[in-house]
């Protein structure tokens, strides 16, 4: 890939002359602030429709299968851009693809606010999912360009604000918001924040890397759409083939991107420096172990949230209101650990958050395994806010230590596996609740009364949670692999291997650093 030009920032442990913490370049905070910011309205739109599904449906007189698709062409579109974006922030400037990514973004809002047909509505997701998925690579790279290594944690710990706390409460605001106004209100009062967002980015936005004109490589753009689309849309489809309501089988799909994506893969290794998607990241062990409990903490997120609101209305009875403020103080516990997660990353390092996090996300887990008609919402509010402190133990230190270990030229693709690998495995989580909870409710039966159909549900959604109990137990195993000092030192611990491969592929950065 070519070689960046970042402003100057502290290298590893340094500190100014007075011996504290170097502080950021000039402008920097503002910006990384807008970035916050502006990622935090758009991840939001992923979860924000969940909850309007039924008036959705209502009003365009449309089955649950088709419904869906408000989501789905999300998740696909997210799946699809995502792997580019590290093509496109080598090749295009950071305010250039701001000022895009806001703009389609924008431009979906207002669509989306005023679609007179559903297809109307999935394009206007597709269009918002497509600003989306740039937005998240630009924040990850754009922190690690211009942070001190020793800043990193507590600065990705704001990051994970946006990742995790943004989809946990966008059924809560979607809840409160559908009490008393039409889903149209979603999108309104989203646009003129986006807007604002948008006027400021074309201000306060700088460039902080030189493009470079390389070639797109098409063959991988191509494996790649058809790789991880095949593979979301299979997965998605699991739990509606489950009851009988898929357009194809799901194997098709999965078989379809399954094959893509080894294609994608062997590509990749073969380009190299020339990748679409530089697979050499993976090299690197602390990246490659943080990347696989990701994949955990997302499944069990995305999972939970998709199956929490299922129990509280369909066996508990609460309202979509009710519900969206169940599910409130996890986001905001969430959201309140996040930057204190961070600054203890920063003095004691992920070994000693990650474990007690991937602890008590597993808990959480085999807690709500437990979950039935006589649960109050109550013990649903306590389950939840423990499976966040988990996550959010576990995700800032895993973002910053998996990213922090690789070299400066491998940022942006690091930065774009991981929101990639975020995508599928919120997918997958997805899928494998709501196909195990879908083939619980229909083992369970019943006679058809209400009290029926709330145990069968209830025992659904037990069976669901045990999955993910199960595997969040490999998650605290997998959790003692994980190593790092504090403050991110992975990346200037380089091994001379990491030096030379960084050489031959960036002669003119070398040059300039030496």
Known sequence: MPETHPLPQAEGPATDRTGSTPNLPPGAGRLIALLVGSAFVVILNETIMSVALPRLMEEFSIEATTAQW?????????????????????????????????????????????????????????????????????????????????????????????????????????????????????????LPIAALALTLGRVWVRDLTTPVRVPLD?????????????????????????????????????????????????????????????????????FSVAVGLVVVAMMSLFGTL??????????????????????????????????????????????????????????????????????????????????????????????????GSLPQHLYSHGSAIVSTVQQVAGAAGTALFITVMTRGVAAAGGDGSPSAAAGATASGVQDAMLWGAVISTVAVLLSLAVRGGPGGTHDTQRSDADVVASRDDHPVEVAQAG
């Open 306 to 403: 998709i199956l929490l609101p299922i129990l509280l209305q369909g066996t508990l009875g609460l309202t979509t209101l009710q519900t969206g403020l169940v599910l409130l103080p996890g986001g905001a516990v969430m959201g309140l650990m996040a930057p204190l997660v961070g600054r203890a990353f920063d003095r004691v390092g992920p070994r000693p958050l990650v474990g007690p996090g991937a602890v008590l996300t597993s808990v959480a887990l085999w807690w709500m395994s437990t979950f039935g008609v006589g649960t109050t919402a109550g013990t649903v509010v306590a389950a939840h806010v423990t499976l966040s402190m988990g996550i959010a133990l576990m995700f800032t230190p895993l973002l910053t230590s998996a990213l």
């Open 70 to 190: 408000i989501t789905t062409a999300f998740l696909l579109t997210m799946a699809v851009v995502i792997p580019v974006t590290g093509y496109l922030m080598s090749r295009f400037t950071l305010r250039a693809l701001f000022t895009v990514a806001m703009s389609v973004f924008t431009a979906g809002t207002l669509l989306a606010a005023l679609a007179p047909t559903f297809l109307v509505l999935v394009l206007a997701r597709v269009l918002q999912a497509s600003g989306t998925a740039i937005m998240m690579p630009l924040l990850i790279t754009t922190v690690l360009n211009v942070v001190p290594a020793e800043r990193r944690g507590r600065m990705m710990g704001t990051i994970s604000i946006v990742i995790s706390v943004a989809p946990a409460i966008g059924p809560t605001i979607s809840g409160v918001v559908l009490q008393q106004l039409s889903w149209r209100w979603m999108f309104w009062i989203v």
């Open 218 to 286: 098409a063959p991988s753009v191509v494996l790649s759409a058809l790789g991880f689309a095949g593979f979301i849309y299979g997965l998605s489809s699991i739990g509606e083939s489950a009851a009988g309501e898929a357009l194809l089988p799901p194997w098709i799909p999965l078989s379809i991107g399954a094959v893509a994506l080894v294609a994608f893969v062997w590509r990749q290794l073969r380009l190299r420096e020339r990748a679409l998607l530089d697979l050499r990241a993976f090299s690197s062990r602390p």
